[in-house]
């Protein structure tokens, strides 16, 4: 609070007559006086250089915040009020632009065959249609990397919101949006041996994506069973967690049964009996170890990662080709448009949901230390980390580019489908096997560690 007296105001122009509390008194002042905070003294300014409105008069915000000044009638006083740049708003926006880049993408794959062929650049496809939009996929894919990795760049190693950094993030959209408006056309004009290069290399930023993701949700996994058993809230939510332990567990083994019902309906299809048959095994395996007496982790984490890995062997055998026999649940739903239709749609907001989620999970790869150290975060700390957040919509650019193409560019894929195909299923499949690898460790983990430390430790020695 600063309080203006009205005889202060600056003689060299016409003051404002205020009238307060229906005419009984009457003060003279500038309608809004600029004050300049230096060492708790207060300066009048000329109405010249006052505006009701500042840029970066909080301090030094480089120009990142936003200072009102709010006068108060009853008091006479004026009051600052900072609004600095929104990061938690921020992330919605570019999770829209991702968004907007993937039914780009899609377009330009079921409906851009005559659009595409204009550009001379591309005839390095043989006249292929197909050729012609799954390159497509990828010059959109390679534009939305670009313009990703470029934020990653300006933006990793922010630490506090009165970074200027934290602006750029959080501000500027119309420079960032015509940024991404011209990295996304840039690649059109990129020769062919440069896009199939760059198609490639996506597939190793794709799996960087799948592994980042799938730790991200091991560790929320394993956070919630914790915090589910800890002496706070085990009196107070024994029973419910017992409940949700049991459904998850039983629900993980009615999925196996159905998949075994839906998915194998003859001796022939071996693969799939493999499959389901692994998934189950590895279930019961993270059973056993949760409960261990050594881990004592209890029946809620590996019952949500029973449903998880449950779900990652169901999208395997979804993606199989729907001509496969054994896969009579594709093939049904090819023959209705709306379905085919409406799990295209729910795909393409699950990977937006899964990369958003993933990118503000920025401690995800830090779950490697098991000795848990308690920092105290500072009022000013930025909520998520930033180049973490780019770094992992840049490689979900170039997994959704994957998802579009069934991790083969040379395939065809028909409209309204993604992640169809041979290679998509093993790929699916060995995202389920990792998960439940990475699982086993975080249980075992800390006991190897501690087993490790006795070992080492002088008094073993002696």
Same mark, same amino acid.
């Given at each position: 609070?600063m309080?203006?007296?009205?005889t202060?105001?600056? &003689?060299?122009?016409? !003051?404002?007559?205020?009238e307060?509390?229906?005419?009984r008194g009457?003060g003279?002042?500038t309608?809004?006086?600029?004050m300049?905070?230096?060492?708790?003294a207060?300066v009048a300014?000329?109405?010249s250089?006052?505006?009701?409105?500042?840029d970066?008069?909080?301090g030094?915000r480089?120009?990142?915040e936003?200072?009102?000044?709010?006068?108060?009638?009853d008091?006479?006083?004026?009051?600052?009020v900072c609004m600095?740049?929104?990061?938690?708003?921020?992330?919605?926006?570019?999770?829209?632009?991702?968004?907007?880049?993937?039914?780009?993408a899609?377009t /330009?794959?079921d409906y851009?065959?005559?659009a595409?062929g204009?550009?001379?650049?591309?005839?390095?496809c043989?006249?292929a249609r197909?050729?012609?939009?799954?390159?497509?996929?990828?010059?959109?894919?390679?534009g939305?990397f670009l313009?990703?990795?470029?934020? @990653?760049?300006s933006t990793?190693?922010?630490?506090?919101?009165h970074?200027?950094?934290?602006?750029?993030?959080?501000e500027?959209w119309?420079?960032?949006?015509?940024?991404? =408006?011209?990295?996304?056309? #840039?690649? @059109?004009?990129?020769?062919?041996?440069?896009i199939?290069?760059?198609?490639k290399l996506?597939?190793?930023?794709a799996?960087a994506?799948?592994?980042?993701?799938? #730790?991200?949700?091991t560790?929320?996994?394993?956070w919630?069973n914790?915090?589910?058993r800890?002496?706070?809230?085990?009196?107070?939510?024994q029973?419910q967690?017992q409940v949700?332990?049991?459904?998850?567990y #039983?629900g993980?083994?009615?999925? $196996?049964?159905? =998949?075994?019902?839906?998915?194998t &309906?003859?001796?022939e299809?071996?693969?799939?009996?493999l499959?389901?048959?692994?998934t189950?095994v590895? /279930?019961q395996?993270?059973?056993f170890?949760?409960v261990?007496?050594?881990?004592?982790a209890?029946?809620?984490?590996p019952?949500?990662?029973?449903?998880?890995v449950?779900?990652?062997?169901w999208?395997a055998?979804?993606?199989e &080709?729907?001509?496969?026999i054994?896969?009579?649940?594709?093939?049904i739903?090819t023959?209705?448009?709306w379905?085919?239709i409406a799990?295209f749609?729910?795909?393409?907001?699950v990977?937006v949901?899964?990369t @958003?989620?993933?990118?503000i999970?920025?401690?995800?790869?830090?779950?490697v230390?098991?000795?848990?150290?308690e920092?105290e975060?500072?009022?000013?700390?930025? !909520?998520y980390?930033?180049?973490?957040?780019?770094?992992?919509?840049?490689m979900?650019? =170039?997994y959704?580019?994957?998802? @579009?193409?069934?991790?083969n560019?040379h395939?065809k894929?028909?409209k309204w489908? $993604?992640?169809?195909?041979w290679?998509?299923?093993?790929?699916?499949i060995g995202?389920?096997?990792?998960?439940?690898?990475?699982?086993i460790?975080m =249980?075992?983990?800390?006991? #190897?560690?501690?087993?490790?430390?006795?070992g080492s430790?002088?008094?073993?020695?002696?």
């Amino acid at each position: 609070m600063m309080t203006i007296d009205p005889t202060s105001a600056t &003689p060299t122009t016409a !003051p404002a007559t205020t009238e307060r509390d229906g005419g009984r008194g009457a003060g003279t002042t500038t309608p809004a006086a600029a004050m300049e905070r230096d060492g708790g003294a207060s300066v009048a300014a000329s109405p010249s250089s006052t505006s009701s409105e500042r840029d970066g008069g909080c301090g030094d915000r480089c120009g990142g915040e936003r200072c009102i000044e709010v006068m108060e009638e009853d008091t006479c006083c004026v009051r600052y009020v900072c609004m600095g740049p929104n990061p938690m708003m921020a992330r919605y926006v570019y999770a829209l632009i991702f968004l907007l880049t993937n039914l780009l993408a899609w377009t /330009v794959r079921d409906y851009g065959h005559s659009a595409l062929g204009e550009l001379r650049r591309l005839k390095g496809c043989q006249g292929a249609r197909y050729c012609l939009g799954a390159e497509g996929v990828l010059r959109i894919s390679l534009g939305c990397f670009l313009f990703f990795f470029v934020m @990653f760049l300006s933006t990793a190693r922010t630490r506090k919101t009165h970074d200027c950094r934290n602006s750029w993030h959080s501000e500027w959209w119309p420079a960032k949006v015509a940024l991404w =408006m011209a990295l996304t056309a #840039v690649p @059109f004009f990129a020769p062919s041996p440069l896009i199939q290069l760059y198609g490639k290399l996506a597939h190793f930023g794709a799996g960087a994506f799948l592994v980042i993701q799938l #730790v991200s949700v091991t560790r929320f996994v394993t956070w919630l069973n914790d915090c589910c058993r800890s002496e706070a809230n085990l009196k107070r939510c024994q029973m419910q967690v017992q409940v949700v332990s049991i459904v998850a567990y #039983v629900g993980a083994l009615l999925g $196996i049964v159905l =998949m075994y019902v839906w998915y194998t &309906p003859n001796l022939e299809c071996r693969l799939n009996i493999l499959f389901i048959t692994v998934t189950l095994v590895l /279930v019961q395996l993270m059973t056993f170890i949760s409960v261990n007496s050594k881990v004592k982790a209890g029946y809620l984490a590996p019952g949500l990662m029973g449903i998880y890995v449950v779900f990652l062997c169901w999208s395997a055998i979804r993606s199989e &080709p729907h001509t496969e026999i054994c896969n009579r649940k594709a093939s049904i739903a090819t023959s209705a448009d709306w379905l085919n239709i409406a799990s295209f749609v729910i795909a393409v907001i699950v990977v937006v949901a899964a990369t @958003f989620s993933t990118g503000i999970d920025s401690k995800c790869l830090q779950y490697v230390q098991f000795k848990k150290t308690e920092t105290e975060s500072e009022d000013d700390d930025i !909520p998520y980390g930033f180049g973490f957040f780019h770094f992992v919509f840049a490689m979900g650019a =170039m997994y959704f580019a994957m998802l @579009f193409l069934g991790w083969n560019a040379h395939q065809k894929m028909e409209k309204w489908t $993604i992640d169809v195909g041979w290679a998509s299923a093993w790929v699916r499949i060995g995202n389920e096997w990792l998960a439940a690898i990475v699982y086993i460790w975080m =249980m075992i983990a800390p006991i #190897v560690w501690k087993t490790r430390q006795v070992g080492s430790s002088p008094s073993a020695c002696a």
